[in-house]
């Protein structure tokens, strides 16, 4: 069946991303095994609960103090939690520009309350614009709606709330068990190797999805 609709992932898909910068971060802070609590394949509750917006900045902050030994100030804690935060190129919204001309685009990102603010600064400074959403029909940011990737229940939302049929939607992302979570809801999924190809290999010179 034919796609005619597009979900994109933000970090790795069209944001630059390197978790290893903030275990890195972390390290030099003090907590020396930061990366067996934290990391793009799994993680401890506290970041899934953050993720969700079940717990504020403050209180992210404090648990992650008690659980790693880690006595650091909290401007501390946020910049090396923002450390994974890298950019977003030009070329990349431009090929949003053109994709939404053929198809109803969609954003779905796993952020939290600490990174949101800290990348919309950067899209600010660079473009002079503070949000994504004018890019994309609909942007669901996981901590404004209380549900994360891979949980399907956030991709039924997503389709039930934009009459989108699930085959004719296709979700990309980089990380393996977020496509999972997609085809376990029915959508067609893509899991972007980044360190092989990038989003606008995915699509033609006239801007239409290839063959996947």
Known sequence: MEIRNIVFDLGGVLLNINYDLTIDQFKKLGVRDFDSIFNQASQVMLFDRFDKGAISPEDFRDELRRISGLAARDYEIDQAWNAMLLDLPARRLALLEMVRKRYRIFLLSNTNAI????????????YGFTDLE???????LSYKIGMRKPDREIFDFVLEENGLRAEETLFIDDTFQHVEGARKAGLKAHHLDTGKAEVADLFTSGHRLKSL
């Open 134 to 140: 004018e890019l994309f029909e609909k942007q669901y």
């Open 115 to 126: 990174h949101y603010p800290a990348y919309s600064e950067g899209l600010f400074k660079k």
